[in-house]
C-alpha cells in the first residue's frame, strides 16, 4: 500500500508563489507522480505528472507556464513550484501516484488527501 502526504498549501495573493510537496511511503517501483486540482462542482483537472526515471514532464493546457513540477531528493517524493498565481488556480490540490503516464485521474492508482489553494484577487 502507498500513502501519499502534500503539504505547502495556503492562501496567497495573486501574482504571488506557492509551492507544493508530496512524499510517498510504501513501495513504489518507478512510478509516475502527478498533481491535479479540483474545485466544488467541477472535475478534477490535471496539472502535472512527471516519471521517477525517463520522459519529460507532462502539464495541463492551461497553466501557461507558471508552473513547475519536479522530482524531490531520491525517493518519490515531488514538488509543485506555482507563481504568477491567478484567482482561477484556487482550488484542492491532490498528489497522484500510478505507473502510466496519463492526464486523466483514472490513470492514477493512489491519492493523497489534498491541500487547499487560495488565490485572492
Known amino acids: 500500500q502507498v500513502h501519499l502526504e502534500e503539504s505547502g498549501g495556503g492562501l496567497v495573493q495573486a501574482g504571488g508563489s506557492l509551492r507544493l510537496s508530496c512524499a510517498a511511503s510504501g513501495r513504489a517501483l518507478n512510478p509516475i507522480m502527478a498533481w491535479f486540482r479540483q474545485v466544488p462542482g467541477k472535475e478534477r483537472e490535471f496539472v502535472a505528472a512527471i516519471s521517477r526515471i525517463g520522459a519529460a514532464p507532462l502539464y495541463g493546457d492551461s497553466l501557461k507556464g507558471r508552473f513547475t513540477i519536479s522530482k524531490d531528493g531520491a525517493g518519490n517524493a515531488i514538488k509543485l513550484q506555482m507563481t504568477d498565481l491567478e484567482p482561477e488556480d484556487t482550488g484542492v490540490y491532490y498528489c497522484?501516484?500510478?505507473?502510466?503516464?496519463?492526464?486523466?485521474?483514472?490513470?492514477?492508482?493512489?491519492w493523497g488527501q489534498g491541500t487547499q489553494v487560495t488565490v485572492s484577487s
Open positions: 497522484a501516484l500510478g505507473f502510466q503516464r496519463s492526464r486523466a485521474p483514472e490513470g492514477y492508482n493512489y
